[in-house]
T-cell receptor, first 114, second 109 residues
Framework: GAGVSQSPSNKVTEKGKDVELRCDPI?????LYWYRQSLGQGLEFLIY????????KSGLPSDRFSAERTGGSVSTLTIQRTQQEDSAVYLC?????FGTGELFFGEGSRLTVL | DAKTTQPTSMDCAEGRAANLPCNHS???????VYWYRQIHSQGPQYIIH???NNETNEMASLIITEDRKSSTLILPHATLRDTAVYYC??????????FGAGTTVTVRA
């Protein structure tokens, strides 16, 4: 597609359940980011993938959070045993390569944990 | 990354220029100034970036002071669709962009 695609756009789950959020970056973009945005807040960096390099996971808030990027393209963010404080919009962004280029963001996945 | 300071909010009249200030007094020589905006319920959108020269594109102009300690984003003819949160970010060779609270810009008819 022309832009970064995220799914699902909305997810409501019960506390304690696991969720998976998917990101399809722009074709050919080697850099991929996940950010989290809680209601009324700025963006919080979660994780960064660049090509085949080891990802920077320094922003993941707990070991319940993990992310993969298969084949250098699609990425999945997994949250295990969800808690109410995990409720937020999860945003994915991609960039053509390492450098000063712009980030292209998806529309986000809104997660609500009841 | 250097920290940026932006006003919390500002109003602008439709059709007028909107001038959004940003202070980045600790910026280092290899750090760029980026501007993004986020319209309600959408992902952030890139606007413009620059190093030390002023830049202009179809969306906006970026004016960076000679000492690079501050910059101004100019939306030349604001429309209602420009109502958004505007983020000023400085970034060097590393890959992380740190988004602060930004400036909430409200364009009024």
């Amino acid at each position: 597609g022309a832009g970064v695609s995220q799914s699902p756009s909305n997810k409501v789950t019960e506390k304690g359940k696991d969720v998976e959020l998917r990101c399809d970056p722009i074709s050919g973009h080697t850099a991929l980011y996940w950010y989290r945005q809680s209601l009324g807040q700025g963006l919080e960096f979660l994780i960064y993938f660049q090509g085949n390099s080891a990802p920077d996971k320094s922003g993941l808030p707990s070991d319940r959070f993990s992310a993969e990027r298969t084949g250098g393209s699609v990425s999945t963010l997994t949250i295990q045993r969800t808690q109410q404080e995990d409720s937020a919009v999860y945003l994915c962004a991609s960039r053509r390569s390492f450098g000063t280029g712009e980030l292209f963001f998806g529309e986000g996945s809104r997660l609500t944990v009841l | 990354d250097a920290k940026t300071t932006q006003p919390t909010s500002m109003d602008c009249a439709e059709g007028r220029a909107a001038n959004l200030p940003c202070n980045h007094s600790t910026i280092s020589g290899n750090e760029y100034v980026y501007w993004y905006r986020q319209i309600h319920s959408q992902g952030p959108q890139y606007i413009i970036h620059g190093l030390k020269n002023n830049e202009t594109n179809e969306m906006a102009s970026l004016i960076i002071t000679e000492d690079r300690k501050s910059s101004t984003l100019i939306l030349p003819h604001a429309t209602l669709r420009d109502t958004a949160v505007y983020y000023c970010i400085v970034r060097g060779d590393d890959y992380k962009l740190s988004f602060g609270a930004g400036t909430t810009v409200t364009v009024r008819a």
